[in-house]
């Protein structure tokens, strides 16, 4: 059994796919920009923080393809206007913080598989790419007491899959890299695993499916609540 889960935010532990989405076409729609994107473009533009996911969204606006757009913030950088850009930006951290949570919820059973884990002596935390503030407010909102802590993307901390915001948890823990263990939904939080040293469990239930997270290596996956608190304890 693992001693301390460290879980993602977006997709993982929270449906936030539909806030994401609302406050990007906000961000866009103040700066002049198209602004009508779905949720399933959010969850393509999501997962590396906010600064990728508007590049990708502007990119896209631009007539990159799919691939280009994907491969922003992983091998490429959005090629357009800096200031332009920033202002995007500003105006979804702006935004964001006050309407993080108006569509947002948990996904069904998460509540209880953590009580469940912290009940058997698991301890959890999050480490989301998520703005800070709104990570804090969510986690408190609907989790309260369910982390002991919860680390989003500051000036301070940068954007995994750099694994300083794990690795620093673990360090206030007092846990080893193998006595703990990461779960995500995306591609980025199996290289953030990696990068810190941990083992990851994927969920197939958030930004990416099982089809793809079986493309980039991901074992194990996750369908379900049970199988998750199993992969955990066992």
């Known amino acids: 059994m693992y001693k301390a889960a460290i879980f993602d935010m977006d997709g993982t532990i929270l449906d936030t796919i539909t806030d994401l989405k609302d406050s990007t076409n906000h961000a866009l729609k103040v700066n002049g920009h198209r602004c009508d994107y779905n949720v399933r473009d959010a969850a393509r533009f999501f997962g590396s923080g906010v600064k990728v996911a508007m590049s990708r969204a502007l990119a896209t606006e631009a007539g990159y393809s799919d691939e280009e757009v994907d491969l922003i913030g992983v091998e490429t950088s959005y090629a357009g206007d800096e200031a332009e850009l920033a202002a995007v930006i500003n105006s979804f951290e702006e935004w964001y913080p006050d309407h993080c949570d108006e569509n947002t919820k948990p996904f069904e059973g998460i509540i209880e598989a953590i009580e469940n884990l912290r009940e058997q002596g698991v301890r959890t935390a999050v480490v989301s790419n998520k703005m800070h503030e709104a990570a804090v407010i969510l986690a408190d909102r609907y989790f309260a007491g369910g982390f002991e802590y919860v680390q989003g993307v500051d000036d301070k901390i940068r954007r995994k899959p750099n694994p300083d915001a794990t690795l620093k948890i673990l360090e206030r823990m007092g846990l080893g890299q193998d006595e703990a263990v990461y779960i995500g939904d ?30 980039v290596g991901a074992n194990p996956i996750c369908s379900d609540m049970d199988s998750l608190v199993k992969a955990i304890i066992d």
């Open 186 to 215: 995306t591609e980025v939080d199996i290289e953030t695993a990696h990068n810190a040293g941990l083992k990851c469990i994927s969920v197939d239930w958030g930004f990416r499916n099982r089809r793809f997270l079986e493309h």
